[in-house]
């Protein structure tokens, strides 16, 4: 049985983000709750959809998505659930509740349907305890984190009588359609990803006491230097509310003791249960460990004393061992000798070893807590993978030397001549060491990944060289690979882009790929500003002339390329990156795009092709000849621009066109690549024909008066500067054809030339350079 319909029994937050993001893939659901006492009998199920709309960062890819939720209720609409395939129960984390609605989820589903429940802490066996056979049989934990729509990770647990193929059918579902990366837990206390990271908090507020550390000084040290997110610690705890933190950590304490000769350590502190009791709970109750004032007519952000219960304003503190972090990552922290660096030692020693203990009692194996911790905590590296950064042997060797318990598991690992968890073997497939089976196993990766790292393993690199690699990705496909900081643009990527076309012209490849993969937040942050910035204050005008014709040139051969060339951004995809992105044969993104044309922001205007591309994507479709006003559609592709809008899905891209009506979307991170792969084998084995160029009609000066008109009614409104209009009439002067009359159709040629003209004008305004110079010192914009 396929999952084509889907019930969520709870339209609180998470049933909420559930039922959203089934949406986002396209899964139509129900989404019930029950009768209120009074007025309509669906209000809090509808009321669920109305709070997911307004939540922000947004559930939905787009706000009309909620169409395919359905509001219902238990007591009227049970034949409903007979026409779901998949059945997932969010309700309050009370086995009594649950247990009851099992018993209406048993009176009204159909046979065959997969039932699943969202607990964070409840046993299966517990809650499958009273159900019938069948529905046993077809009964799995689905733990979603929250919020559902970003954060990666689903774990699955299955019962004693869950059916093998339910199993393989709900991680199937949930990695390929919702984008899930699946995590295989056991029916114990918190699963993986909770149990490993409440002990780091448990770890953490013991050793915070011993270093003489306070909660903001921690928050600095646990963060991004540590390999973690830059909520680090106590800002996580705000966000997750420390109600739930303690609730979590007293489950592993009462629940966990048979297993675990630590549960006793997840105790919340004194401190803990004063602000819980005070109802200081974080972000849901408007302050936590961190609080907002304004009461000085100012957003000031305070931090609480723990001893005192006191607010103060925040200090930024600052270690020598966090500044050398961040060129040496989390093994130049430990190895400092200050107070921040003997705490972050103490606490990732202290993980590293719970972690290892806790094989076979969570996870099977090492690749689980991994991933859990990377998908669920937002790590950089999980703990195993942390111990094979900092280097285990020498770790090893550091806990013993402090009397530290190593586990035996480790202990023979290195004794068998493994000096780390992972690796590769022959094939160059990448493995890990089971500490349960004490051998090398290949890692489990799905059919549908395509990893580069991979690649690079398994086939000598084509071409390389310090921004950019050009890959052999198989079947005839070539990729190009950006890997610059925050892959932005740079003479190098360029390079490596003509050498992938030379060698498609060449016939080596029937299609390439352009795309890249983590870590980092970035398809392609952008341009290298610094490079046009210099070339400006030096009055280099042919230089930088001659670099944008070169650059808008490659991308316009990729565009029209006779064989296909597909591009596929994820993530952060701004200026030039949105750029790259737009000139393909076709583009298969992430769900999670961030895409928009961002020059402004430095007073100037996309150079690349960027204006062309919006013109054309909005005018290019209407038939040479046809009469028509070309003014409202200019006027919107002039927003985005002028705007700095960027879309924050991969439908608001669509909305916007940053993505054609025909632009696929993959949710799955690590499918990407793959899928944009078999696109590009798909159309060249489809006798791929590149379109022609097309040409549009523009408004000329009557249409760039009216632009001009808005731009001087945002600035009376003080929304925007004196050079933000300069920059915005430059855009105008672009998008409605130059000194070209009214009505006079352009092909992309002369819009390309429009676009330089331009851009190579506001790189000689000193306002432009000022605001190149203060972003690169501020990562800023500057409004002057």
Not at 74 to 93: K, M, P, R, S
Not at 113 to 124: H, P
Not at 171 to 180: D, P, S, T, W, Y
Not at 391 to 407: D, F, I, K, L, Q
Request: net charge negative.
């Amino acid at each position: 049985m396929s999952i084509q319909k889907v019930a969520v029994l709870g339209a609180g937050v998470m049933g909420q983000g559930i039922a959203a993001h089934l949406a986002n893939a396209g899964i139509p659901s129900v989404l019930f709750d029950i009768v209120p006492k009074e007025g309509d009998r669906n209000a809090l199920a509808a009321g669920g959809l109305t709070t997911a709309l307004e939540a922000k960062p947004a559930n939905f890819y787009h706000r009309d998505f909620v169409n395919l939720v359905t509001p219902a209720n238990y007591e009227d609409h049970g034949a409903l659930l007979g026409d779901c395939d998949l059945i997932i129960e969010v309700v309050v984390e009370y086995l009594p509740i649950k247990q009851k609605v099992y018993e209406w989820v048993a009176a009204n589903r159909k046979p065959g349907s997969i039932v699943a429940s969202n607990t964070s802490g409840i046993k299966l066996a517990d809650m499958a305890a009273s159900m019938p056979e069948e529905m046993r049989q077809h009964f799995v934990v689905m733990h979603f984190f929250n919020p559902v729509r970003y954060m990666r990770l689903l774990e699955i647990v299955a019962g004693d009588d869950t059916l093998p193929a339910v199993v393989e059918q709900t991680a199937a579902f949930g990695e390929r359609v919702l984008g899930k990366g699946i995590v295989y837990a056991k029916d114990t206390a918190n699963f993986v990803a909770n149990r490993i990271g409440c002990y780091g908090m448990v770890s953490v507020f013991d050793h915070m006491v011993k270093q003489g550390l306070n909660v903001e000084e921690v928050d600095v040290v646990a963060g991004p230097p540590m390999g973690r997110p830059k909520s680090a610690v106590f800002r996580t705890a705000d966000l997750v509310g420390l109600d739930t933190l303690d609730h979590v950590l007293g489950n592993v304490r009462e629940n966990a003791a048979d297993v675990d000769p630590l549960a006793q350590q997840f105790e919340s502190p004194a401190w803990l249960k004063r602000m819980v009791d005070e109802g200081a709970l974080g972000k849901k109750s408007g302050g936590g460990f961190y609080k907002s004032d304004k009461s000085s007519g100012k957003r000031v952000i305070t931090v609480r004393d723990l001893e005192t219960g006191a607010y103060a304003p925040i200090s930024k503190p600052r270690f020598a061992s966090v500044k050398a972090a961040k060129k040496g990552g989390v093994k130049a922290l430990i190895a400092g000798d200050d107070k921040a660096a003997a705490f972050a030692w103490a606490v990732t020693a202290d993980v590293l070893i719970y972690s290892a203990h806790r094989i076979p009692e969570i996870a099977d194996d090492i690749v689980n807590i991994d991933r859990g911790m990377r998908w669920g905590f937002g790590w950089d590296q999980g703990p195993f993978e942390t111990w094979d950064l900092i280097g285990v042997a020498e770790s090893v060797a550091r806990m013993e030397a402090e009397g530290r318990e190593v586990p035996a598991n480790v202990k023979r690992m290195l004794a068998a001549g493994r000096e780390s968890f992972y690796g590769r073997n022959a094939e160059g497939l990448e493995t890990y060491w089971d500490l349960a089976a004490d051998r090398e196993v290949v890692v489990p990766k799905s059919e549908g990944w395509l990893i580069l790292s991979d690649v690079k393993a398994r086939t000598e690199v084509v071409n390389k060289n310090g921004s950019a690699s050009l890959l052999d990705l198989g079947d005839g496909i070539a990729g190009l690979q950006f890997h610059s900081k925050m892959n932005s643009l740079d003479a190098d990527i360029g390079k490596m882009y003509i050498d992938a076309l030379d060698r498609l012209d060449a016939g080596e490849f029937d299609g390439l790929v352009v795309g890249n993969q983590g870590p980092g937040p970035a398809f392609c942050a952008g341009a290298n500003v610094f490079v046009v910035l210099m070339m400006s204050m030096q009055k280099q005008w042919d230089q930088l002339d001659a670099m944008l014709v070169g650059l808008q040139s490659t991308l316009m051969r990729a565009k029209y390329n006779k064989k296909p060339v597909v591009t596929a951004p994820w993530g952060l995809t701004l200026g030039g990156g949105a750029e790259v992105a737009m000139h393909s044969s076709a583009t298969v993104a992430g769900g999670e795009l961030y895409m928009g044309l961002v020059e402004v922001g430095v007073g100037l205007i996309p150079g690349a092709g960027g204006c062309k591309e919006m013109l054309v994507r909005y005018l290019g479709d209407i038939p040479e000849g046809t009469e028509y006003d070309p003014n409202p559609f200019v006027q919107q592709a002039f927003k985005n621009i002028g705007l700095a809008s960027v879309a924050t899905s991969c439908e608001e891209a669509r909305g916007m066109r940053y993505l054609r009506p025909q632009d696929k979307v993959t949710i799955d991170p690590d499918a990407l690549i793959a899928d944009a792969k078999k696109m590009a084998r798909g159309l060249a084995d489809a006798a791929f024909v590149p379109p022609h160029q097309r040409k549009v009609k523009l408004p000329g000066a009557s249409g760039r008066s009216t632009i001009e008109l808005f731009l001087y009614s945002m600035a009376e409104g003080g929304y925007a500067t004196p050079h933000d209009v300069t920059v915005g009439k430059k855009l105008a002067w672009v998008m409605t054809g130059g000194d070209a009359p009214g009505g006079t159709w352009h092909t992309e040629d002369d819009l390309l030339a429009l676009e330089r003209e331009a851009f190579l004008s506001l790189c000689g305004d000193p306002k432009t350079q000022a605001r190149i110079q203060h972003f690169l010192k501020t990562n800023k914009p500057l409004r002057n």
